[in-house]
């Protein structure tokens, strides 16, 4: 089972001043993609500390295998939560940042102002999708077809090496 945490980053959302909506689109999309379940799930302010603290715990005591953040990406003063998720990961994995950034940017040009990180702490893989639910549905759909496979590496799952295939 894939054990999922969403982690939405929204001081707004986190006062009760606006309702997360992007939290919503990964929830039915990794459920209904990928089988997953949603152990966790979080509004917290763009606090780097906070969101720091929230990564590592959902690391390191609710062990889940997948953590997708929403929001703080951008280039606004308080958008850390890619400095937040470097501060946590042990192991980039800059691939799926760029296959997010590709298909965006055949959307938008503005999707070259994201700043998303992807890495890997133990044996979660950890990745920062955009704030709106329309960026988050076209971001995360990027990456779904990747992620089984990437999750069965992290969990050193029997033949999941076997999984490699190039195309011609």
Same mark, same amino acid.
């Given at each position: 089972?894939?054990?999922?945490?969403?982690?939405?980053?929204?001081?707004?959302?986190?006062?009760?001043?606006?309702?997360?909506?992007?939290?919503?689109?990964?929830?039915?999309?990794?459920?209904?993609?990928?089988?997953?379940?949603?152990?966790?799930?979080?509004?917290?302010?763009?606090?780097?500390?906070?969101?720091?603290?929230?990564?590592?715990?959902?690391?390191?005591?609710?062990? +889940?295998?997948? &953590? %997708?953040?929403?929001?703080?990406?951008?280039? #606004?003063?308080?958008?850390?939560? @890619?400095? *937040?998720?470097?501060?946590?990961?042990?192991?980039?994995?800059?691939?799926?940042?760029?296959?997010?950034?590709?298909?965006?940017?055949?959307?938008?040009?503005?999707?070259?102002?994201?700043?998303?990180?992807?890495?890997?702490?133990?044996?979660?893989?950890?990745?920062?999708?955009?704030?709106?639910?329309?960026?988050?549905?076209?971001? +995360?759909?990027? &990456? %779904?077809?990747?992620?089984?496979?990437?999750? #069965?590496?992290?969990?050193?799952? @029997?033949? *999941?090496?076997?999984?490699?295939?190039?195309?011609?």
């Amino acid at each position: 089972m894939i054990r999922v945490g969403i982690l939405t980053l929204s001081d707004r959302g986190a006062a009760g001043e606006y309702e997360d909506r992007s939290g919503p689109v990964i929830r039915e999309l990794v459920v209904e993609r990928l089988g997953a379940e949603v152990i966790e799930y979080a509004v917290i302010p763009d606090e780097y500390e906070r969101i720091r603290d929230t990564l590592v715990a959902w690391v390191d005591e609710s062990r +889940l295998s997948l &953590i %997708l953040t929403t929001g703080g990406t951008g280039f #606004a003063p308080r958008d850390v939560t @890619p400095e *937040a998720t470097r501060a946590v990961i042990e192991r980039e994995a800059p691939g799926l940042v760029f296959a997010m950034l590709r298909d965006s940017l055949a959307v938008t040009p503005h999707a070259m102002l994201t700043r998303g990180v992807a890495g890997i702490r133990g044996r979660t893989l950890i990745v920062n999708l955009p704030g709106s639910p329309k960026a988050v549905r076209e971001n +995360l759909k990027s &990456i %779904l077809p990747a992620l089984p496979h990437a999750l #069965a590496l992290l969990r050193e799952a @029997p033949g *999941a090496e076997a999984g490699h295939t190039f195309r011609d």
